[in-house]
């Protein structure tokens, strides 16, 4: 079973802090790594993808992805509490065809 | 609110019903999925359909009967369900079906099975 582990949280943060959520893998042929963000009761919204090892920058939102050790984190800079949610880290199946999930990770960022 | 809405937003049925789900995306995109979301568990990949054609299913009861008529619909009829498949029912679609390819998920279904 291939699996993607994250820190259940609760993760909290000062508001004007930089958040740092991780995730590995354990699937050494996955491709393309996500995070999405859940607010309690809504469905997931897609705010980052990452293909290739390094940093890719996006506003607030910056991905880092190490596949030679099967990791991939998520900083958020200057954290609004309109930032506490529930981030998902998802990676592509062997197949491509779909995403293997985290359980996610709660945030809160506290004014 | 994305692209993919979802109908109905939450749906209450006894084990013995037939109901469906539909999904329905504005995105152009030409590959659809099914997923289930339980209280402490990860979003869980239900069905995948690329260009209408079924193209992955993890293990899911046959109570569980996805339909992909064109790239736009999606439904997932469901009978003689039981108690645990309570969840949130979630459907997404993407360009294609692959990797580097973004999934866009609609509100999903609350669904309760009494």
């Known amino acids: 079973q291939k699996e993607v582990e994250q820190n259940s949280g609760p993760l909290s943060v000062p508001e004007g802090a930089i958040a740092s959520l991780n995730c590995t893998y354990s699937d050494r042929g996955s491709q393309s790594f996500f995070w999405y963000r859940q607010y309690s009761g809504k469905s997931p919204e897609l705010i980052m993808s990452i293909y290739s090892n390094g940093d890719k920058e996006d506003g607030r939102f910056t991905a880092q992805l190490n596949k030679a050790s099967q990791y991939v984190s998520l900083l958020i800079r200057d954290s609004q509490p309109s930032d506490s949610a529930t981030y998902l880290c998802a990676v592509t199946t062997n197949s491509g065809y779909a995403l293997n999930f985290g359980k996610g990770t709660s945030l809160l960022v506290t004014p | 609110e994305t692209g993919v809405t979802q109908t109905p937003r939450h749906l209450v049925m006894g084990m013995t019903n037939k109901k469906s789900l539909k999904c329905e995306q504005h995105l152009g995109h030409n590959a659809m999925y099914w997923y289930k979301q339980s209280a402490k568990k990860p979003l869980e990949l239900m069905f995948v359909?690329?260009?209408?054609?079924?193209?992955e299913n993890n293990s899911v009861p046959s109570r569980f009967s996805p339909e992909c008529p064109n790239s736009s619909h999606l439904f997932l009829h469901l009978h003689t369900l039981q108690p645990e498949d309570s969840a949130l029912y979630l459907c997404a679609s993407s360009q294609v079906a692959g990797a580097h390819n973004e999934q866009f998920f609609g509100p999903g279904t609350r669904l309760t099975v009494l």
């Open positions: 359909y690329s260009l209408e054609e079924r193209v």
